[in-house]
């Protein structure tokens, strides 16, 4: 059975980029294309939302996300050649590589365009952000922000109080923004990697009870059973998992 497909990913998508001079309003997507899931972009911080765009003055989904998340100030920005005063010096300006000291929140209600990231090895991720769609940035990520080839977004911006814009182009890695990003995703990883190791310990001790039952050894059972429902570290639970299993493989092959 083939799971549903995230609705999110109909309004955000999100691709390792190549390293091509072309225009940077073409997707730059790597051959073959390499895609990032919105799970992989929330391990950065990168958080997300499909909203109704078309009724955005009355959305109770936005209206709870503000409410939840402190997002007071609300306006909006049209990004064009027609629209956006001394639009060529603002594009590029949008498209140096920079980091704010607070979230950067963008809900494109009309358009389309690029939010482009880093990821931990400071390879370049693309994320398209068509209209519904809304991504945070976590203050000390390092992005830049580029349209499409089709030219417009028109995009509400959220902030927490009175909106402070300032960019700071990189480098400014010594900012404190910047260290609780990089803690933040240090963290992150580090949960990712201990539910991983739990899901190992576990098929390990499953195994290694059906392997006890079918030898009889009920001692090893016993002993696997308690580690299953014992809520040990991860590293302890992970060593003892691998013991039973090989103790209870040995006395299943022994004469």
């Known amino acids: 059975m083939v799971a549903p497909q995230d609705p999110r990913e109909e309004v955000i998508q999100a691709w390792y980029m ?3 001079d072309e225009d940077q309003r073409l997707p730059h997507h790597k051959d073959p294309k390499e895609f990032v899931s919105l799970d992989q972009l929330s391990e950065l911080g990168v958080l997300s939302w499909r909203l109704d765009a078309d009724n955005y003055e009355t959305d109770e989904e936005l209206k709870k996300i503000r409410e939840d998340r402190g997002y007071s100030y ?4 049209e990004v064009c050649p027609e629209k956006l005063p001394n639009y060529e010096e603002k594009i590029k300006n949008f498209f140096e590589e920079h980091l704010h000291t607070d979230e950067e929140i963008r809900y494109c ?3 389309s365009g690029y939010f482009d990231v ?5 390879k370049w991720i693309r994320i ?3 209209k519904g769609g809304m991504i945070v940035l976590p203050a000390g ?5 580029t349209l499409d080839t089709d030219n417009y977004i028109k995009a509400m911006r959220l902030f927490v109080g009175d ?3 300032t960019p700071f182009n990189r480098p400014h890695d010594h900012l404190p923004a910047r260290d609780m990003f990089k803690i933040s995703c240090r963290r992150k990883l580090v949960t990712a990697l201990s539910m991983l190791l ?3 310990c576990n098929s390990l001790l499953i195994g290694s009870i059906v392997l006890a039952l079918i030898n009889k050894e009920t001692s090893v059972y016993m002993v696997c059973l308690c580690l299953r429902l014992l809520e040990l570290p991860v590293w302890f639970n992970c060593l003892c998992s691998i013991s039973a299993c090989l103790v209870a493989a040995t006395a299943v092959n022994s004469p």
Do not use: Q
């Not at 880093?118 to 400071?122: A, C, F, G």
């Not at 990520?141 to 922000?145: A, D, E, Q």
């Open 118 to 122: 880093r990821d931990r090895n400071e």
């Open 141 to 145: 990520c390092y992005h830049r922000f």
């Open 18 to 20: 190549d390293d091509s």
């Open 198 to 200: 739990r899901n190992l």
């Open 74 to 77: 609300m306006d909006f920005c």
């Open 109 to 111: 209600v009309a358009g």
């Open 128 to 130: 398209w952000v068509k």
């Open 163 to 165: 909106p402070v814009w």
